[in-house]
């Protein structure tokens, strides 16, 4: 049985840093792309970063390029998010997700991917 767990989420002050990781059991993703989603209160759950297991490549969404990186440890199974400089708008629960290559292809697209975990609250205050 997959698992993808994620933690790391909290309350933090404008301007601060978080670090999200996203460990993955059941399963090795050496042929995967893993994700990051985001749900702000009323809205859609949105796309924020994919990476490309085996290669290492990254992809982000417009909002969060520059402030944001996703990272992968092979050993432990593991995807990072790491956020810096959050805005009060970056609030939201944020998911991590596992999908075939397709998913590498087709980031923004949920149903590329397979497996999700249960979501990590990050809280930003102004």
């Known amino acids: 049985q997959v698992q993808l767990v994620e933690s790391g989420g909290g309350l933090v002050q404008a301007g601060g840093s978080l670090r999200l990781s996203c460990v993955a059991s059941?399963?090795?993703?050496?042929?995967?792309?893993a994700g990051w989603f985001r749900q702000a209160p009323g809205k859609d759950r949105e796309f924020v970063a994919v990476?490309?297991?085996?290669?290492?490549?990254?992809y982000y969404a417009d909002s969060v390029k520059g402030r944001f990186t996703i990272s992968r440890d092979n050993a432990k199974n593991t995807v990072l998010l790491e956020m810096n400089k959050l805005k009060p708008e970056d609030t939201a629960i944020y998911y991590c997700?596992?999908?075939?290559?397709?998913?590498?292809?087709?980031?923004?697209?949920?149903?590329?991917?397979?497996?999700w975990g249960q979501g990590t609250q990050v809280t930003v205050s102004s």
């Open positions: 997700a596992a999908g075939p290559l397709l998913a590498w292809f087709s980031p923004r697209l949920e149903s590329r991917y397979d497996y």
């Open positions: 059941g399963r090795t993703f050496s042929s995967y792309a």
């Open positions: 990476i490309h297991w085996s290669s290492g490549s990254t």
